[in-house]
């Protein structure tokens, strides 16, 4: 056993309105980094807060390597994925939602006038990777105004 005691990290305090923006961004999918490298001494570990205005639409996108853990903070949403984005899964405030590494998708507001709040954590990182020219199925979806 070692006499040796472990350097420790600062704790700290992230406020709401000095949070900046995520290096990772996705059109209508707009990430703010709350515990973050960009802001603490946090090592392979991103979190962070979505937001999705009214009737918004993200891009297809995945997240690399990174697994993805989301709360519904506020609002309700989907996410579409599949063969060309032909599957959907509906969430409301409240919910827990868990997208694998690689899993291209696409992130929505059901609402026309609520904003859509997020929390997430992702590691090791906020890894963002947009992606052009996808063949994206017209489907119906469910918006409750």
């Known amino acids: 056993m070692s006499d040796q005691t472990p350097k420790l990290k600062k704790l700290t305090v992230q406020r709401r309105d000095e949070?900046?923006?995520?290096?990772?961004?996705?059109?209508?999918?707009?990430?703010?980094?709350?515990?973050?490298?960009?802001?603490?001494?946090?090592?392979?570990?991103?979190?962070?807060?979505?937001?999705?205005?009214?009737?918004?639409?993200?891009d297809p996108h995945h997240h690399g390597e990174a697994e993805t853990g989301g709360y519904i903070f506020k609002g309700n949403g989907f996410i579409r994925f599949g063969e060309r984005y032909e599957e959907i899964v509906y969430m409301q405030e409240g919910d827990f939602v868990y997208v694998p590494p690689f899993v291209p998708h696409i992130e929505g507001n059901l609402s026309h006038t609520e904003e859509l709040i997020w929390m997430t954590t992702r590691n090791p990182d906020n890894i963002v990777v947009n992606l052009k020219d996808q063949d994206v199925a017209d489907i119906d979806i469910k918006y409750i105004d």
Do not use: C, I, Y
Not at 25 to 46: C, F, I, M
């Open 19 to 58: 949070l900046p923006m995520a290096p990772g961004q996705t059109a209508n999918a707009r990430r703010l980094s709350g515990v973050s490298k960009e802001n603490t001494e946090v090592k392979d570990l991103w979190f962070g807060k979505v937001f999705t205005g009214p009737g918004e639409v993200s």
